[in-house]
């Protein structure tokens, strides 16, 4: 996953500060303003719909603890 974020969206990857497995189907990826839980096999592609999200909480003036992307086609957002 990660050498696909590298490939199709550089800048994201270089804002990521860690990644690890959370139990056998889940990853957690460590971004300066939060973390972000996705399957395994996440795509770049659905990592990288986290952004829109992102820029919208920014502009509300919202923190996220956390975005979920286990849910087909959502982004769930938790909030500080």
Same mark, same amino acid.
């Given at each position: 996953?990660? #050498?696909?974020?590298?490939?199709? /969206?550089?800048?994201?990857?270089? @804002?990521?500060?860690?990644? $690890? =497995?959370?139990? *056998?189907?889940?990853?957690?990826?460590?971004?300066?303003?939060?973390?972000?839980?996705?399957?395994?096999? #996440?795509?770049?592609?659905?990592? /990288?719909?986290?952004?829109?999200? @992102?820029?919208?909480?920014? $502009? =509300?003036?919202? *923190?996220?603890?956390?975005?979920?992307?286990?849910?087909?086609?959502?982004?769930?957002?938790?909030?500080?």
């Amino acid at each position: 996953m990660l #050498a696909g974020v590298r490939a199709v /969206a550089p800048a994201l990857f270089a @804002r990521i500060s860690a990644v $690890r =497995r959370d139990g *056998a189907e889940d990853v957690i990826v460590t971004f300066p303003d939060g973390v972000v839980r996705a399957r395994v096999d #996440a795509t770049p592609e659905r990592l /990288a719909d986290t952004g829109p999200v @992102r820029a919208d909480l920014a $502009r =509300r003036g919202l *923190a996220y603890a956390e975005l979920d992307l286990r849910y087909r086609d959502q982004v769930v957002a938790r909030l500080k």
